[in-house]
């Protein structure tokens, strides 16, 4: 079946700090890849998508490439801030339906 | 717009009985999917719907749970002798169409359900 896996966590950077949150999958055929995110007190958020391989999704300063070779889309910023300060989630769709597979989520604190 | 809502936002009861909790979806948007999220845990799939026909209930963990959405539009989500394993943040999320993978989900704030 198919599976997302993230990283462990949780992640504490300084301000300004690169950003990277690793993020694997399984999966039959080509499935979209999301980051999703959840700020404190909020509902999960799209972040960012990409469809097909060797598509980068951006928002926000933030990115990821979907990597069909090493069945990867790692999140990825340049310059954190405090407002970042959130949990970040991977996840997947197959081709054949819409139900999100979710990775367990890693919390990320930035501080000043 | 109003987003996905969902109500109660806490619901606590006891062992044995039965909840039931309901989610308003973005007007418009045919699809609609419940999930569970335990704690520390992502998101699993409970059901999916489109329009008022329940396309995928693989995600529901026993004859327990139980889905509708007679108009196609609001949704309820029914459990049937409580467990405390059951104790999670129950989230709703709706989208325009469901097709293939590409159609973006918005999620409603959740329902966090405790039995005790």
């Known amino acids: 079946g198919n599976s997302v896996t993230q990283m462990e966590g949780p992640v504490t950077l300084s301000e300004e700090a690169f950003l990277t949150i690793n993020c694997t999958y399984t999966?039959?055929?080509?499935?979209?890849l999301f980051w999703y995110v959840q700020y404190p007190g909020e509902g999960l958020q799209l972040l960012l998508k990409a469809t097909k391989a060797d598509d980068k999704g951006s928002n926000k300063g933030f990115e990821a490439t979907y990597r069909k070779e090493t069945t990867s889309f790692h999140l990825e910023k340049g310059s954190v801030q405090v407002s970042d300060s959130a949990v970040y989630f991977c996840?997947?769709?197959?081709?054949?339906?819409?139900?999100?597979?979710f990775g367990k989520g890693i919390t990320l604190s930035v501080r000043p | 717009g109003a987003g996905v809502s969902q109500t109660p936002s806490n619901k606590v009861t006891e062992k044995g009985k039965y909840v039931e909790l309901r989610c308003d979806p973005i007007s418009g948007h045919t699809a609609l999917y419940w999930y569970r999220q335990s704690l520390g845990q992502g998101p699993e799939f409970l059901i999916y719907?489109?329009?008022?026909?329940?396309?995928?209930d693989s995600g529901l963990p026993n004859d327990r749970f139980f889905a509708v959405r007679p108009e196609g539009s609001v949704s309820t989500l029914k459990i049937q002798r409580t467990e405390r394993g059951d104790s999670a943040v129950y989230l709703c999320?709706?989208?325009?169409?469901?097709?293939?993978?590409?159609?973006?989900?918005?999620f409603g704030p959740g329902t966090r359900l405790t039995v005790l």
């Open positions: 996840a997947l769709t197959p081709r054949a339906n819409s139900k999100l597979t």
């Open positions: 999966a039959t055929g080509y499935p979209s």
């Open positions: 719907f489109q329009g008022t026909g329940a396309a995928d």
């Open positions: 999320a709706s989208s325009l169409s469901g097709g293939g993978g590409t159609d973006t989900q918005y």
